[in-house]
């Protein structure tokens, strides 16, 4: 083998050498470029444009030297320009003129649509006549800069070196049919190799992200502005065809499944919280892990711990995120949808119309907003916000950010928190009852930034008398140095954060005729072996109990799903509720607790009022699993765990199966196929 190995490579390096010794004596490069001009100005144009919009946007050094968008650009631009071998020399050039105008034209789209979004352009924000207005309004204002035509040189330079080779009877060459399929295929060759070489140095974060299409920024870092336009009308093509084929197959299931759902329709909460404003909390990555634990005798989230006792505390609550996270939180959070099956709500389904917190409350006098210091474009927040209803979104234009107040993703949330007071004070003058969300960015991961973190130890310190009997002070790292460890570093920030937010609301006035409404919004995606070593820490050998100790707490699958749950409170400052709700409880039922005590409702909610449904609730996960009050439920696996240890009948499991993929179904039914605009909920729900 190894010789085989050793020959191989000995075959392989004599053929290069044959090969670049042919190439040098020869004249080959020299002779290449002689006699396909055109092709190569084409492709010299396109990448420097390319480059340049790059260069023109994203002022990074590490974009200024990225490579793999351009060989991603490079192999784009061989694969489409091979094909102009096809024409004779004399009409080649009518074929790469159209390519170039073609790649200029999107350069060109791209660098004015970064100059007022900060992003790049979609082709799905084209088709929407609703969402150009804005577009066109900034454009009239501020016409093209003249950056934005530097990438009209690149035709430029192509018809010039045209006009040359014609005076100069370049084309003047007959070359076969043959020859002319041989020299496009050669080509196209080379263009897939490229493809195949920039494929395998893709990671698979790089992967993923370029599947989901929502940072338009990282997409283009990697992948260059071509590759990236494709996906993109790939990727808003996708909904349009989802949509095209069955609709009366999901009317009609649509229309059984609510027609025939009964509902409690009051409790003792129904218009408890009428008229209030709203101050709602999307806090990023809040574990219920993190509440109420201490490291030394110190709190990870003392201000959270103390509005979760006195106010309303769902100790049992779940994301029901799938790819779209942070976005899918609040699809579902202020819908009582589930997200979609394929792509994600917020990116491929802005156009639809929601029945939202926002929307609801608006029709109530109530003025909406979101504040979010992140890109606008980031989950594609700006169109999809004015879909749910959100009069107005404070996006990161709207916020100081510097490098001097940013940890990890962006500004920090305390800066944002002290910004956004003074956001509010405003809109509190202005208008007399309002409803706001306010998106947090600090507890992203990877929650790397330990150093910008209010100091927070998570070790154990012990007090051992020495060999004298002395007291002395023994430091465990236990949790120090793990990405567990970190994130409670990073919640112990974000919940600091937070305390002063409140602090400030009161003192202007704003926690007065409030309420305070705070839930994480999906998991952190933190290791297993991290969860093992919080559980089953050994001191003496500062690694895991053995699996023999009777302390070890064996931290399975089960476990790890179950301590996915994240924090949701109802607070206001006035009344203390103290009141712990343990039923589970998912994102998809805030629209009908919440809206119920605000006096607000969705005819078309999946989710349930918990204070009707109690304990009978279930949670259905994007993925077919699903939580009871009894059992978590695999349905990959089709196995479960009992969490009361009692054995369960399979007419129990039949049952919420057919109940969660129905409900999955009618959920991406409602959104594929836009149905409640269709179904006029105002006057079509008469005697449900
Ligand atoms: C992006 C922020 C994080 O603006 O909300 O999104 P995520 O990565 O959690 O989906
Ligand atoms: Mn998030």
């Known amino acids: 083998m190894k010789k085989m190995m050793k020959d191989i490579f000995q075959k392989v390096q004599k053929s290069t ?59 784009i631009l061989i694969i489409f320009g091979s094909f102009g071998y096809l024409f004779k020399p004399k009409t080649r050039f009518s074929y790469y003129m159209v390519l170039e105008i073609f790649f200029t034209f999107i350069c060109m789209v791209n660098s004015i649509y970064y100059t007022f979004y900060t992003s790049f352009a979609s082709a799905s924000m084209l088709s929407l006549t609703q969402f150009i207005a804005p577009v066109g309004d900034a454009v009239v204002e501020n016409v093209l800069q003249l950056k934005d035509l530097l990438y009209l040189i690149g035709p430029l330079i192509l018809i010039i070196v045209h006009l040359i080779l014609k005076k100069k009877k370049y084309y003047r060459g007959v070359l076969t049919k043959q020859v002319r399929k041989q020299q496009t295929l050669k080509t196209l060759i080379a263009g897939s190799v490229l493809i195949v070489i920039f494929t395998i140095t893709l990671s698979s974060l790089e992967i993923g992200r370029f599947a989901k299409q929502w940072n338009r920024e990282y997409i283009v870092m990697r992948f260059g502005i071509y590759i990236y336009q494709f996906n993109d009308v790939f990727a808003s093509l996708q909904p349009k065809i989802n949509s095209m084929f069955g609709y009366d197959k999901a009317k009609k299931s649509f229309t059984d499944y609510f027609d025939g759902r009964v509902e409690e329709t009051s409790n003792e909460y129904t218009n408890m919280f009428e008229g209030k404003n709203v101050i709602a909390i999307h806090a990023e990555s809040l574990q219920t892990i993190a509440l109420n634990r201490e490291f030394n005798g110190v709190e990870v989230t003392p201000n959270l711990n103390r509005i979760a006792k006195e106010g309303m505390y769902f100790s049992n609550f779940y994301s029901q995120v799938s790819v779209g996270t942070s976005s899918d939180a609040e699809l579902t959070y202020n819908t009582s949808l589930m997200p979609t099956q394929s792509g994600t709500a917020f990116v491929s389904y802005f156009d639809r119309r929601y029945i939202a917190m926002p929307n609801l409350l608006k029709e109530k006098g109530y003025y909406t907003f979101s504040m979010h210091a992140n890109n606008a474009d980031f989950w594609n927040r700006r169109t999809m916000h004015k879909s749910l209803g959100y009069d107005k979104f404070y996006s990161k234009e709207t916020y100081k950010v510097s490098k001097d107040n940013s940890i990890g993703l962006g500004l920090s949330d305390k800066e944002f928190f002290k910004q956004s007071i003074t956001k509010l004070k405003k809109i509190k003058e202005k208008h007399e009852k309002f409803y706001g969300l306010l998106i947090t960015l600090t507890n992203h991961t990877p929650f790397s930034d330990v150093d910008k973190y209010d100091p927070f130890e998570v070790t154990i310190k012990e007090s051992v008398p020495n060999a004298e009997g002395v007291a002395e002070e023994v430091v465990y790292p236990y949790m120090e140095g793990t990405k567990l460890g970190n994130y409670f570093k990073s919640v112990h920030y974000a919940d600091a954060a937070l305390g002063e937010f409140l602090a400030e609301l009161d003192e202007t006035g704003l926690l007065d005729n409030t309420v ?7 998991d952190a995606r933190l290791p297993k072996k991290d969860y093992q070593r919080l559980f089953n820490y050994d001191k003496e050998t500062d690694g895991l109990l053995d699996e023999d100790d009777p302390n070890y707490f064996d931290f399975d699958s089960y476990q790890y799903e179950l301590n996915r749950k994240v924090p949701f409170i109802i607070w206001t400052k006035d009344k203390k509720y103290e009141k712990e709700v343990t039923n589970v409880m998912g994102m998809y039922d805030v629209l009908p607790t919440l809206g119920n005590m605000l006096g607000v409702k969705n005819e078309y909610a999946l989710g349930h009022d918990i204070f009707n449904i109690n304990e009978n609730n279930i949670i259905v996960f994007p993925n077919g699993n699903w939580l009871t009050n009894k059992i978590y439920y695999n349905s990959q696996k089709g196995e479960y765990l009992s969490l009361d240890g009692d054995a ?25 196929f836009d149905l409640l605009n269709e179904s006029k909920y105002e006057g079509n729900k008469e005697g449900s």
């Open 17 to 75: 050498k044959t090969f670049i010794k042919r190439v040098r004596e020869e004249h080959l490069i020299k002779e290449y470029c002689k006699n396909n001009i055109l092709f190569l100005v084409f492709i010299f144009t396109c990448l420097v444009n390319s480059t340049m919009l790059r260069f023109f946007t994203m002022h990074t050094v590490e974009n200024y030297l990225a490579f793999k968008p351009i060989l991603a650009d490079l192999a």
């Open 516 to 522: 305070f409404v705070l839930y994480g919004d999906h």
């Open 648 to 672: 369960i009948s399979q007419d129990y499991i039949d049952e919420k199966n057919q109940y969660s993929e129905e409900l999955l179904n009618i959920s991406d039914n409602i959104i594929v």
